[in-house]
């Protein structure tokens, strides 16, 4: 990743930066531990709003202490759980640190040298620090049921319920925290604090897409987070995933899992919608396209049961890139993503059609902010309407169909009228009309009759014979 951020920096103008040399040490040595623990989050942390760059950063390292702690298989269950219920109120005390995690423990130094998160963390604003300390206070403890449940410990997950409550406390609840942040700082719609479901969907598409890349690590270090209730359904034991002639029952437990995780991301567009400031929206959407990128790498992908498998760094930094613009290019990356999970689906799949689905409600959530035009409407001389066809075929006949409407309305007023017309002059001539005598007066130019008794009115009746008047 320190690769992909340096080759990020040469097409990417940080929204904000930071200014190392106005820092005090103890901060200096939190963002130094922000760079070894975070191999995703430590970029994007750093080119946050001044607002938000400490909390979050202190945020950060806070969490990846408790899951330090609670991931250690090495420390005792009586030792670990009563650092895990108090891990919040550890964050007053003065010069805390704690070197009881296994030598093997990648980020054990972080809470060696914990004071200095201490130290910072007193100086950021109350209503911050409020919000950090019951994430921590929420998340120990969850932690610690988990910790403290055997069969959980012996058997893993068991049903798809418990997994998604796991996630909950280890990535859900960090959607909620950075929330109540966003929101708290003016950076965020504060809609998104009543949309519980959005906010916890994008802590579950992340954590669920961790847990789906890392099986074979954790399946090393006899861990087990895939839920019984689903690779029950393709093995009789966890570790028959990993034997070569179970190839296929993998794929399909594996799919899924993906599956799981698919459903949470038309929540995880809609919560970005949300997002008022850049360097938040960048800071929330880059690991969401990440993620959905890693998802379409594991989908069926058989070499995620032999060893640890990423996207390449030009992957990771193209996906970088397109995820600082906007909304849009999200949506973009999302819609690319689902339709390569889409195509390498197969009909063998016990859960082909619901994964097709899925991916179809992707597209479908994406066209509603933002329909595309098609390009046979273009053709047609439609794209300024962005009209398909089969739209333009059926306007066209809607307006056949009106046009005769009015034909066949306009003669049959013109019939009433004709025969209207026709009894009415039937009636005067049966009543004497001289029809006769009016033709032969038009013929001579006279289009007026004469008036009263004049001569000329009595001389025009004497030329015709059998009548006296008109």
């Known amino acids: 990743m320190p690769k992909v951020t340096t080759i990020l920096k040469v097409w990417h103008t940080p929204v904000h930066e930071r200014e190392p040399e106005k820092e005090a040490p103890s901060l200096r040595d939190c963002f130094k531990f922000l760079d070894q623990t975070s191999r995703s989050f430590s970029s994007v942390i750093k080119e946050l709003h001044p607002e938000l760059l400490v909390p979050i950063c202190l945020f950060y390292l806070v969490l990846r202490g408790l899951d330090t702690i609670e991931d250690d298989m090495t420390i005792k269950l009586e030792e670990k759980e009563p650092l895990l219920r108090d891990f919040d109120k550890i964050l007053e005390k003065d010069g805390w640190s704690y070197d009881g995690n296994g030598p093997d423990e990648k980020d054990r130094q972080l809470l060696v040298d914990f004071n200095c998160v201490v130290q910072e963390f007193k100086k950021i604003k109350q209503p911050y620090k409020i919000i950090i300390k019951d994430i921590a206070y929420k998340m120990g403890n ?33 959607g909620e925290g950075l929330t109540r942040l966003f929101v708290e ?5 504060s809609q998104l604090l009543h949309r519980e479901d959005l906010h916890e969907a994008m802590g579950q598409f992340l954590q669920q897409t961790n847990i789906i ?5 954790d399946f090393d270090e006899k861990r087990k987070f895939y839920p019984k209730e689903v690779w029950s359904k393709h093995v009789d034991n966890f570790e028959d995933l990993f034997k070569p002639e179970n190839k296929e029952a993998a794929l399909n437990c594996s799919s899924e899992m993906v599956l799981i995780a698919l459903r949470k991301a038309p929540d995880c567009l809609f919560y970005l919608a949300g997002i008022r400031d850049q360097s938040v929206f960048n800071f929330a959407a880059i690991p969401q396209s990440m993620a959905i990128a890693t998802l379409a790498l594991c989908f069926r992908n058989p070499n995620m049961f032999k060893r640890n498998i990423k996207i390449t ?7 970088m890139t397109e995820s600082t613009q906007n909304l849009r290019m999200v949506c973009d990356v999302f819609r690319r993503f689902a339709r390569k999970i889409h195509k390498k689906n197969t009909p063998k799949d016990p859960n082909f059609l619901n994964i097709s689905i899925a991916c179809g409600k ?16 273009i053709v047609a001389g439609s794209g300024a309407s ?6 333009l075929e059926k306007e066209a006949a809607e307006w056949q169909e009106a046009k005769w409407d009015v034909i066949y309305m306009g003669l049959a007023v013109f019939c009433t009228l004709a025969v209207i017309s026709a009894l009415m002059l039937g009636l005067a001539w049966y009543l004497g009309a001289r029809f006769d005598v009016a033709i032969d007066q038009l013929k001579q130019g006279n289009l007026k ?7 000329d009115k009595q001389n025009i009746l004497s030329q015709y014979d059998g009548h006296q008047e008109l």
């Open 386 to 391: 962005g009209k398909s066809p089969e739209q």
């Open 213 to 217: 890349r890392d099986i074979r690590e």
């Open 362 to 377: 992707i597209e479908k959530f994406i066209e509603s902010i933002f329909p595309s035009q098609d390009p046979r409407a």
């Open 313 to 319: 760094r030009g992957e990771a930094c193209q996906l």
């Open 142 to 174: 969850g932690m610690a049921d988990f910790a403290n449940n055997a069969e959980h410990n012996l058997n893993g997950v068991d049903t798809v319920e418990d997994y998604e409550l796991y996630c909950h406390y280890v990535a859900g609840l960090v």
């Open 449 to 455: 009759p004469p008036p009263g008794d004049s001569p």
């Open 185 to 189: 700082s003016g950076m965020a719609n």
